[in-house]
């Protein structure tokens, strides 16, 4: 036997090549090194890439032309988008992207007055299950490797600075709640944040206060994260505030339970100073009940502290083939108003995206 069939063969699921985005400077500088190049033109190509968001060699004139050719190794196309679509007035933009192996995910850049946020997807696909997520019915493809969750918020900065929101527009905000579980793939994930937030040429210089890591409750996770000196903020995918019921809109309740889980947020709170958002989707006749609001405010008042707390509600976004559906404007208004009177800060979350199927755990990569 030759072992041909294995180039041939490479496994499907396997991490993409190298990027220039994976490593942190000492990692830049080696790899310009083994290129045979000086290290001084890591700290240029960086420049390029994380201050200019060009990953396009030919444009780096200041770097002489046998230098880009080699450089361009550390630049592989690793998110290539396949699919654009856009409404909300073009406020909102959905891609549908391909990675090196053909795996399919999902960002979406939202525009507003004062901000530009772009929610990015951690892993394809994802291995929580919870019921009423059009991710979690796919299960898990892979995890995203660092590259890949920086590329998305790259090429959504240079988009929304060459006006793909109308007016030019710097991006402010990255939101970890698009495919995945972003504390599930924790290494490269904090890599990710790290590269999005640190100054040029380290990063993109977004502000760690304007990230969000959304989970499940990975409690663990939780911990790790809390201290990392990031001070990013942690919004943790409650959805009910008691046990019976959790345990079947989010599994991995079975594992640690709600009083765990805010205890964890609790600590991540304090050792940040940073309050914990508390995500709520809302579902007719399933956990939208008025002595469950006011479950909710009382547990989270007791176990994290009314000022360090907030609770944001989402619509449900029913997805294909769900029983489920959203709450009455009504009962979303009188469960807002009981989380509310318990002293809890609670908003609820607007729904971009709803048309083009880009709005809260809609995203299932099935397009295209
Ligand atoms: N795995 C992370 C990120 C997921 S997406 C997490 O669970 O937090 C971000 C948020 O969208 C989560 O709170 C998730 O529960 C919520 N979500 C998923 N499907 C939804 C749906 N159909 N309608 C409204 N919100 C949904």
Same mark, same amino acid.
């Given at each position: 036997m030759t072992s041909l069939p294995l180039v041939f063969d490479a496994p499907k699921r396997a991490l993409p090549p190298r990027h220039l985005a994976d490593l942190d400077a000492a990692g830049r500088r080696a790899a310009v090194a083994e290129l045979g190049l000086p290290a001084y033109r890591a700290d240029q190509l960086a420049r390029h890439y994380f201050g200019r968001l060009t990953a396009d060699v030919d444009t780096m004139?200041?770097?002489?032309? #046998?230098?880009?050719?080699?450089?361009?190794?550390?630049?592989?196309?690793?998110?290539t988008p396949v699919l654009e679509q856009s409404c909300d007035g073009g406020a909102t933009r959905?891609?549908?992207?391909?990675?090196?192996?053909?795996?399919? !995910?999902?960002?979406?850049?939202?525009?507003?007055?004062?901000?530009?946020?772009?929610?990015?997807?951690?892993?394809?696909?994802?291995?929580?299950?919870?019921?009423?997520? !059009?991710?979690?019915?796919?299960?898990?493809? +892979?995890?995203?490797?660092?590259?890949?969750?920086?590329?998305?918020?790259?090429?959504? #900065?240079?988009?929304?600075?060459?006006?793909?929101?109308?007016?030019?527009?710097?991006?402010?905000?990255?939101?970890?709640?698009?495919m995945g579980e972003p504390l599930a793939n924790y290494p490269r994930v904090i890599a990710a944040v790290r590269r999005i937030t640190e100054a040029v040429p380290d990063g993109l210089g977004i502000s760690a206060r304007g990230v969000t890591v959304s989970t499940v409750g990975l409690v663990p996770a939780i911990d790790r994260l809390a201290d990392e000196g990031l001070p990013v903020t942690l919004a943790v995918s409650l959805h009910t505030p008691d046990d019976e019921l959790r345990d079947t809109l989010v599994p991995v309740n079975n594992r640690w339970k709600v009083d765990e889980v805010l205890a964890a947020a609790r600590r991540y709170a304090q050792a940040t100073g940073r309050r914990v958002s508390i995500e709520y989707a809302l579902?007719? *006749?399933?956990? *939208?009940?008025?002595? +469950?609001?006011?479950?909710?405010?009382?547990?989270? +008042?007791?176990?994290?502290?009314?000022?360090?707390?907030?609770?944001?509600?989402?619509?449900?976004?029913?997805?294909?083939?769900?029983?489920?559906?959203?709450?009455?404007?009504?009962?979303? *208004?009188?469960?807002?108003?009981?989380?509310?009177?318990?002293?809890?800060?609670?908003?609820?979350?607007d729904t971009r995206g709803r048309e083009i199927a880009a709005a809260c755990g809609q995203l299932a990569a099935t397009g295209a």
């Amino acid at each position: 036997m030759t072992s041909l069939p294995l180039v041939f063969d490479a496994p499907k699921r396997a991490l993409p090549p190298r990027h220039l985005a994976d490593l942190d400077a000492a990692g830049r500088r080696a790899a310009v090194a083994e290129l045979g190049l000086p290290a001084y033109r890591a700290d240029q190509l960086a420049r390029h890439y994380f201050g200019r968001l060009t990953a396009d060699v030919d444009t780096m004139t200041d770097l002489p032309a #046998a230098a880009r050719g080699e450089l361009a190794a550390l630049l592989p196309p690793l998110v290539t988008p396949v699919l654009e679509q856009s409404c909300d007035g073009g406020a909102t933009r959905k891609t549908l992207w391909r990675a090196h192996d053909g795996t399919r !995910a999902e960002s979406v850049l939202m525009g507003y007055p004062d901000r530009a946020t772009v929610c990015v997807s951690s892993q394809a696909g994802c291995g929580m299950a919870c019921p009423f997520c !059009a991710t979690g019915q796919g299960g898990l493809q +892979r995890n995203l490797s660092t590259a890949e969750i920086v590329e998305q918020v790259r090429q959504a #900065a240079a988009a929304a600075r060459d006006g793909a929101l109308g007016e030019p527009a710097r991006l402010s905000n990255v939101v970890f709640m698009g495919m995945g579980e972003p504390l599930a793939n924790y290494p490269r994930v904090i890599a990710a944040v790290r590269r999005i937030t640190e100054a040029v040429p380290d990063g993109l210089g977004i502000s760690a206060r304007g990230v969000t890591v959304s989970t499940v409750g990975l409690v663990p996770a939780i911990d790790r994260l809390a201290d990392e000196g990031l001070p990013v903020t942690l919004a943790v995918s409650l959805h009910t505030p008691d046990d019976e019921l959790r345990d079947t809109l989010v599994p991995v309740n079975n594992r640690w339970k709600v009083d765990e889980v805010l205890a964890a947020a609790r600590r991540y709170a304090q050792a940040t100073g940073r309050r914990v958002s508390i995500e709520y989707a809302l579902i007719r *006749d399933v956990n *939208d009940q008025p002595w +469950r609001a006011d479950l909710l405010g009382t547990v989270l +008042r007791r176990e994290i502290g009314a000022r360090l707390v907030h609770v944001n509600l989402i619509p449900l976004n029913p997805t294909p083939g769900s029983r489920w559906d959203a709450s009455p404007r009504r009962v979303q *208004d009188e469960f807002v108003r009981r989380v509310q009177a318990a002293g809890v800060a609670c908003t609820v979350r607007d729904t971009r995206g709803r048309e083009i199927a880009a709005a809260c755990g809609q995203l299932a990569a099935t397009g295209a």
